[in-house]
Structures are given as structure tokens and as C-alpha cells.
């Protein structure tokens, strides 16, 4: 199989799991018989997948990653508008935020309101290069690339777990640069979406090979229980895109000047949101 490799359940560890109709050549989207994560196996060895996401145009199409980010700038713009405006009445916002897989930086850049300091982590020189302009400081790579005595007010990751390997050692990363009180947000692909039936084997969020797991609801509120967080919420997500791309993925004809208006697309992204222990060593002796 040679860059190809299987795997246990990347949540429970569990080596069990059930086929399901979703492939792609040798890669497969199988189903832990303990914890019902989905997740791929076999999938590329992180070494072929650093590979492939190194191609300078992942961000501009290509033959993968995204149909041209910049494209969708609009559309993402107001997709985190509408988040920031949720998040402030909850009262997560204020301090400082870090976000994780930022690209260009324009969740950051909206968020100047919300959060008086703004981080950024992307392993995308090119999309750093235009986020450092809005944000206090970006840091090239992920997580681990945030030196640990840094801890923040708020962490989020949109659309970022789908392509970790390891999802538990970097939700444990995520909270320990966390400040006690603070608030974590993820945010993924549903995979528990009605879309999902709907459209079968043309499910847009199905990416071979660069999702390695697909959360829903249950899976992903389970992962953020492996670290000591609490208050769980679901957060709502609409998702706005352009209209040409979503005639595109359902193979319908494109329109020039009318397809590039944004269009919001009801539950394609589950996400939740929980809060650090204020009194952790309390909860830690207990
Ligand atoms: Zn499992």
C-alpha cells in the first residue's frame, strides 16, 4: 500500500468498525462499532497527506483542497458575521481569540469588535502573508506551533478536525493553551446533516482524501469530552456560499454575474461550544 495506512478509531481506539457505501479507490469511510465515529481507513500516511496540503495551490483550486478560497470570501465573511453576532450574545467574546487554521484571516479580521487581541496558526505561508496584516500575530503551522505558556480567552477551529489525525491530542492541545473560564469552539462538516441522504455519494463534505473523520453532534461532543471541559452547547452554524458553487456541486448549470451571490445553506456544519473549569484543580482532585 505504500503511502496508504489502516487505523483504530481515532476517538475511542476501539479497533472494530463496519464498512459503509462511502470510498474512494483504496481510501474507505468505515464506522467504529463502539463509539459510531465515521472515520477513513485505510487514508494517506500523515507524511503523503503533508504532501499533498503542500502544494501552493490548495487554496486556489486546483485538483484539491478548496474551488479558489478567495472566491468564497464574501460568502465566509458572512458566515462568521453571523457566528461572532452568537457568540457575543452568549458572552464568549472579549480578551483574546486564537484561531486555529486561519487562512486569509477574515474570521480574525471580523472579529476585531469582538476580541481586543487576535491570533492566527496556518501551515499556508501564502494565506499568512495576507492575514498578518489584520491580526496581532500569526504563527505558521498548527497548535503545537503556539509555544504553551500562551493561553487565551477564547480557541476556535472551523473546519480544521475533519483533517486531524489525532483529534484527541489536539483537542487536549487546544485546552491547555486555553485560559480557565475561557471558551473552545469547533466546528466540522455534519455529518448527522440531512444533506448527507439527500445527496448521497455527491455529498460535498465527503473530501478524499484530506477529511480522515467525520463528526456529527454525539462523536464530536465526545471528543470534546476527553478533556475536563464543561457547559456544552450547541452552536447554530448557518454556512453561507456562493450560488455558483452550489449549483456546481449539484451538478446544475452556473450563472455568470447571479451565481456570485451568497446563499445560506441550512445544517451542513455541526458545532459546539464549552467552557474551561474556572476552579480546574478543584474539579481535577475530585
Ligand atoms: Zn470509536
Known sequence: MGQYESTCC???????????????????????????LWYLSPRLTEDAMLEHYMKADYFEGGDSGYDSYAAQEESLRMTFRRLLGEMSKRGMCGGSVLDIGCGYGYFLQ?????FRQRYGTDYSAGALAQAKWFVDKVYQGGIDDVPEEEQFDCVVAFHVIEHVYDPTTFVNSLYRR???GGTM????????????PLMGLKWPSLKYPEHVVYYDNKTLKL?????????????PYPHAFPLNLVFNKLRLPEFPEF????????ATTVAIAAKKPLAEEVRVAA
Open 185 to 196: 469552539i469547533l466546528a466540522a462538516p455534519d455529518m448527522g446533516s440531512w444533506w448527507r
Open 223 to 235: 471528543l470534546m469530552e476527553t478533556v475536563p471541559l464543561e457547559s456544552h452547547q450547541s452552536m
Open 110 to 114: 471580523e472579529a476585531e469588535g469582538y
Open 10 to 36: 481515532p476517538l475511542c481506539k476501539n479497533d472494530s468498525s463496519e464498512p459503509t457505501k462511502y470510498s474512494e479507490g483504496a481510501l474507505k469511510i468505515v464506522r467504529c462499532q463502539n463509539c459510531r
Open 178 to 180: 486555553l485560559k480557565p
Open 259 to 266: 451565481g456570485k451571490r451568497a446563499v445560506w445553506m441550512p
